[in-house]
T-cell receptor, first 113, second 116 residues
């Protein structure tokens, strides 16, 4: 079945460092891809999404590009802040009648001052 | 500020007791999801509803779990009897009818369940 694989954390960075969190997917169809973020004690929030190959999703300085040839959707940010410390989830949706979001295991990011 | 509301936020109970978790989706959202989050399994989809009708509950243990939407403003997830392995954070999420099947979900803050 469809699945998402994320790099394991925790990822520990200093403020203003460059961030990459890797995400690859397996899907039989042509999914939409998402990054959700979960801040401590809160529910998940949609960070960005992309619906077709070569689309770039972006929000709050984060970016991810839908790469069909490598089945990847890596999350990047040029300069992280302490406030970016959270768990980041990559997810896919098959966009079909099932309308299910399948999540990766999550990657904890800790940004130190 | 529209948001998904879940109650209780925390629940500690003993094995064998019944547990009911409630969710109020955002007004105008007609699709409601229940997810369970654990360290070992991550986020698992338990069930979801559209227009109050269950569309998929294949992720839910049928012998002890049940999910319902008595009306458009309330979704419930019940565990009876509860077991220690049910300890997890249970999230409710909703999706607007104006943008269906987009994967753009709004999550509540979760109900943290501990079964002793």
């Amino acid at each position: 079945g469809d699945s998402v694989t994320q790099m394991e954390g925790p990822v520990t960075l200093s403020e203003e460092a460059f961030l990459t969190i890797n995400c690859t997917y397996t899907a039989t169809g042509y999914p939409s891809l998402f990054w959700y973020v979960q801040y401590p004690g809160e529910g998940l929030q949609l960070l960005l999404k992309a619906t077709k190959a070569d689309d770039k999703g972006s929000n709050k300085g984060f970016e991810a590009t839908y790469r069909k040839e490598t089945t990847s959707f890596h999350l990047e940010k040029g300069s992280v802040q302490v406030s970016d410390s959270a768990v980041y989830f990559c997810a896919l949706s098959d966009r079909g009648a099932t309308n299910k979001l399948i999540f990766g295991t999550g990657t904890l990011l800790a940004v130190q001052p | 500020d529209a948001r998904v509301t879940q109650t209780p936020r925390h629940k500690v109970t003993e094995m064998g007791q019944e547990v009911t978790m409630r969710c109020q989706p955002i007004l105008g959202h007609n699709t409601v999801f229940w997810y369970r989050q654990t360290m070992m399994q991550g986020l698992e989809l338990l069930a979801y509803f559209r227009n109050r009708a269950p569309l998929d509950d294949s992720g839910m243990p049928k012998d002890r779990f049940s999910a319902e939407m008595p009306d458009a403003t309330l979704a419930t997830l019940k565990i009876q009897p509860s077991e220690p392995r049910d300890s997890a954070v249970y999230f409710c999420a909703s999706e607007t009818r104006d943008r269906p099947n987009t994967g753009e979900l709004f999550f509540g803050e979760g109900s943290r369940l501990t079964v002793l």
